[in-house]
């Protein structure tokens, strides 16, 4: 398996840095597990919401990962970097899109759902994202489920920041049992939140 976290200017560091703790933790447990950050821009540092610069490993390949996380960040404040901007210039939601027509599973946290929406990944599909954007997430067209983690198949998305734990947590569960997630649980020290919603069947 593997989980490539997508980097972008004015990324929330959260949003990246807690899926990445958690699969990471659970990569020490899961044979042929690898987690890394990629962008669009390949190797270098990427500026976060806050300040923080993180280092992407490798170019985005939408051929590459099994899953695909995508974090959230500056869409509600409409900062002129962030999420809402890579919506509007359209090279990350092409990026996802085509992860996804790869077979891929693409994975949100947060304000992440956005992108994925302007992916044309949310039409008529049950998902859920930050609180505050929520109405932003029903005009793109997806069937909001007030839920902590929406798993709809191949599209994953969770609420606002601090969710990014529970998803990871989710997918260690999805992908490597739920012994293994409740592994990660305690080395963190941290107990998952909330309602993991599935589509039925």
Not at 11 to 23: H, Q, R, W
Not at 83 to 103: C, F
Request: aromatic content about 6%; some cysteine.
């Amino acid at each position: 398996m593997r989980f490539d976290i997508l980097l972008y200017p004015g990324f929330d560091e959260l949003d990246a840095i807690a899926p990445f703790e958690v699969l990471s933790a659970a990569a020490g447990d899961a044979a042929g597990w690898a987690v890394r950050f990629v962008s669009l821009a390949g190797p270098g540092p990427v500026p976060a919401a806050h300040g923080a610069r993180l280092w992407a490993d490798a170019a985005a390949d939408p051929a590459a990962a099994d899953v695909l996380v995508v974090p959230g960040g500056g869409w509600i404040g409409r900062a002129p970097v962030g999420a809402r901007a890579e919506a509007a210039r359209g090279d990350v939601p092409r990026l996802i899109a085509a992860a996804h027509a790869a077979g891929g599973t693409v994975a949100a946290v947060c304000t992440g759902a956005m992108l994925v929406a302007a992916a044309g990944l949310l039409a008529g599909r049950p998902a859920v994202t930050h609180h505050a954007a929520l109405d932003d997430l029903a005009a793109a067209g997806a069937r909001v489920v007030r839920a902590r983690v929406v798993d709809a198949g191949r599209v994953v998305t969770a609420g606002g920041v601090t969710s990014g734990l529970d998803l990871a947590l989710w997918l260690v569960e999805r992908y490597a049992g739920p012994a293994a997630a409740c592994a990660v649980e305690r080395e963190l020290e941290y107990e998952r939140r909330g309602t993991v919603w599935r589509e039925p069947g």
